[in-house]
């Protein structure tokens, strides 16, 4: 069960006081909250409520990460792959979106598809996809792998 501090945290940021909210979730993420590390670490990504540092927001990532945050799993592989356009940090960011996803985040699955899938269908091949992250076979196996774990999926 969270803090109260961080649910405090979190009804700041529904209510947009974001400025609140970081004040809030900071104190938090250096106490060892990794959920509070993940929400700082989105928030110097975006500058919400606080200036604009991706330094400090791969800080934030990295540790809840350490600490097996499945959602910091996510934003971070998000930010990787969306971010960097070499092949060490997108492959690394496809890892921890995959990684996410077999942690619960499925609703992570279509951006995953996104990613690493062209515009066309799978057409059985070895081909390597456009974004060069992961080859479609690859791809195949991983969802024929999460339809046994019984995660529903939709690939037309």
């Not at 993940?38 to 990532?61: C, H, I, K, L, S």
């Amino acid at each position: 069960m969270k803090s109260t501090a961080f649910d405090m945290a979190m009804m700041a940021c529904r209510q947009n006081d974001m400025e609140g909210a970081f004040r809030q979730f900071l104190p938090l993420a250096e106490n060892g909250d990794a959920d509070a590390m993940n929400m700082a670490a989105n928030m110097f990504e975006r500058g919400q409520g606080t200036y604009r540092d991706p330094g400090r927001a791969v800080f934030w990532w990295k540790k809840a990460v350490e600490l097996g945050n499945v959602d910091a799993l996510a934003d971070y592989g998000h930010y990787l792959v969306t971010t960097f356009f070499d092949g060490k940090e997108q492959k690394l960011g496809a890892g921890y979106l995959v990684t996410a996803t077999e942690r619960g985040q499925r609703a992570l699955w279509s951006l995953l598809l996104k990613i690493t899938m062209p515009e066309s269908k799978y057409t059985g091949q070895q081909q390597i996809t456009a974004t060069g992250l992961l080859t479609l076979r690859q791809i195949h196996i991983f969802a024929h792998s999460m339809c046994r774990k019984r995660v529903c999926l939709n690939i037309s």
